[in-house]
Every structure is written in structure tokens, then in C-alpha cells.
């Protein structure tokens, strides 16, 4: 079974700054990667998605993210926040012609500071 | 295209009782799920719904049950409730050939006192 690790539990940046959350998983076969992200007061809901193709991937907002499969990471990048970034951020991973049930990792709480 | 709606948004449950959350899909999605979201746990995924078939089921006590109706609305129950079960319930919707993208509601959060 695949499994997540969000190495940042909680950032705090000032805004304009860069961002960069990790993500890394553990899975041998292909995968499909996401980001969510949980606005306070609101409901969860899809940043960006890699399936195939070009490992750079850009998302809403201004949010991109790598996959880079040597190491198993689909880092989160931003390279200037706004204090509407404040959200828990989730990364998830599903196993290709598995179950499409993601894994998610427990989430990055980030913190911009205007 | 209206969201996932999940029914009640907020309730106190006491030890011992058991509670019943609701969950809407969105038009045309036939796959359910459910998570648990709990400070520092993140989402741990519970169970998983098609065609009122539970499809997939995680690594949750049988206390946690569920079902789907032939309209694709879905319930989950939870009986003999723990002070431990306090959390944010998450219901998601998606296609069935979706790859994992889900469409969540706002959750129902329960407190177990």
C-alpha cells in the first residue's frame, strides 16, 4: 500500500515570500499525485494533478508543483504568497490501475502573515 | 452544479450514543467516500461507496458503518460513540473513472463529550 509524508507541519511566512512544501511518497509502481487545500471555513478542494506527462504542473492561484520520480516527491511551490494562501495544504497519492482511493498525508498548515 | 452537501455541519453526541451523518453527492457521481480528518492524523480514509456496493473500506472499528441509497446519497453511522471519534467527517464524491480526484463537502463535525 502507498503512504504520504508531509515533512512541514506547520509554516509561517511573511507575504511575498517563496513557498515550497514537501510531499514525499512510497509506492513502487505509477502514480497519480495531488495537492488539496482547505481554506479556513471552507470545504476541501483540488490545487492541482499529475497523471503523465510533463512532471511541472501548475495549478490555481499561482501554485505549481514537481514530480520528480527518482525521489519520489511532488513538492509544492509558490513563489510569492499572499495572506489568502493561509490553508492546511494536503498532498495525495493514488496507485495507477489500483484503487482510486487516494492516501493523504496529514497536511501542512501554513500561516502568511501580511 | 451544486457541491457535496453533508448533513449536519455541526453536532454533540455523549459516550455511548450513536450518530448518523448525511452526505449528497454531486450530480452525477456514483462513488462515495468517507474520511476522518483529526488534528495531526490528517485524513484517514473510512470507507467507499458505487452503486450502493461499499466498494473499499479502510482500517476503522466496525462501530463505523455505512450505506448508499439507489439515488447515490450516502449515510454513515457510527454507534457506541468514543470520545476519540471527535473529528471533522468528510464525504467525497467522484466519478468512478475519476483517478482519485475527489470533490469534498464541508464536513460534519462532531464532539463526543
Known amino acids: 500500500a502507498q503512504s504520504v509524508s508531509q515533512h512541514n507541519h506547520h509554516v509561517i511566512l511573511s507575504e511575498a515570500a517563496s513557498l515550497e512544501l514537501g510531499c514525499n511518497y512510497s509506492?513502487?509502481?505509477?502514480?497519480?499525485l495531488f495537492w488539496y487545500v482547505q481554506y479556513p471555513g471552507q470545504h476541501l478542494q483540488l490545487l492541482l494533478k499529475y497523471f503523465s506527462g510533463d512532471p511541472l504542473v501548475k495549478g490555481i492561484k499561482g501554485f505549481e508543483a514537481e514530480f520528480i520520480k527518482s525521489k519520489f516527491s511532488f513538492n509544492l511551490r509558490k513563489p510569492s504568497v499572499q495572506w489568502s494562501d493561509t490553508a492546511e495544504y494536503f498532498c495525495?497519492?493514488?496507485?495507477?490501475?489500483?484503487?482510486?482511493?487516494?492516501?493523504f498525508g496529514r497536511g501542512t498548515s501554513l500561516i502568511v502573515h501580511p | 452544479k451544486a457541491g457535496v452537501t453533508q448533513t449536519p455541519r455541526y453536532l454533540i453526541k455523549t459516550r455511548g450514543q450513536q450518530v448518523t451523518l448525511s452526505c449528497s453527492p454531486i450530480?452525477?457521481?456514483?462513488?462515495v467516500s468517507w474520511y476522518q480528518q483529526t488534528p495531526g492524523q490528517g485524513l484517514q480514509f473510512l470507507f467507499e461507496y458505487f452503486s450502493e456496493t461499499q466498494r473499499n473500506k479502510g482500517n476503522f472499528p466496525g462501530r463505523f458503518s455505512g450505506r448508499q441509497f439507489s439515488n447515490s446519497r450516502s449515510e454513515m453511522n457510527v454507534s457506541t460513540l468514543e470520545l476519540g471519534d471527535s473529528a471533522l467527517y468528510l464525504c467525497?464524491?467522484?466519478?468512478?473513472?475519476?483517478?482519485?480526484?475527489?470533490?469534498f463537502g464541508e464536513g460534519s463535525r462532531l464532539t463526543v463529550l
Open positions: 509506492y513502487g509502481g505509477t502514480v497519480n
Open positions: 467525497a464524491s467522484s466519478f468512478p473513472e475519476g483517478v482519485g480526484e475527489l470533490f
Open positions: 450530480s452525477g457521481h456514483r462513488s
Open positions: 495525495a497519492v493514488t496507485a495507477s490501475g489500483g484503487s482510486y482511493i487516494p492516501t
